[in-house]
Nanobody, 128 residues
Framework: QVQLAESGGGLVQAGGSLRLSCAAS????????TGWFRQAPGKEREFVAA????????YLGNSVKGRFTISRDRAKNTVYLQMNSLKPEDSAVYYC?????????????????????WGQGTQVTVSS
């Protein structure tokens, strides 16, 4: 069982920055990779970024490459999503989620259906 809690969302002007946090807890946290997804009203859930606790390799969705970075703090069991140069189209509810490591390393980290646990989400609104 893994519990996830996002924080750090809010309202920001276009061009600004926000850092989201995902605090993970549970006995099996290290057996999972962590992904960030976002969902805007009327749109499908979109892959944003992913990272594991055991590798420095990170993955980013095409729409956020060059602007967002994902990182982790093992001591705090927390994954961060640093979002820079924000655009109005980045407005959405952002979710972090946990995916089994085997599935993560098979390359299926972009698929929301592969994730077993989800946080409650945090709203990000970018004004123009």
């Amino acid at each position: 069982q893994v519990q996830l809690a996002e924080s750090g969302g809010g309202l920001v002007q276009a061009g600004g920055s926000l850092r989201l946090s995902c605090a993970a807890s549970g006995r099996t946290v290290s057996r999972y990779g962590t992904g960030w997804f976002r969902q805007a009203p009327g749109k499908e859930r979109e892959f944003v970024a992913a990272i594991s606790w055991t590798s420095d390799t990170t993955y980013l969705g095409n729409s956020v490459k060059g602007r967002f970075t994902i990182s982790r703090d093992r001591a705090k069991n927390t994954v961060y999503l640093q979002m820079n140069s924000l655009k109005p189209e980045d407005s959405a509810v952002y979710y972090c989620a946990a995916i089994p490591l085997g599935t993560y390393y098979s390359g299926r980290y972009t698929s929301a259906a592969q994730y077993d646990y989800w946080g409650q989400g945090t709203q990000v609104t970018v004004s123009s």
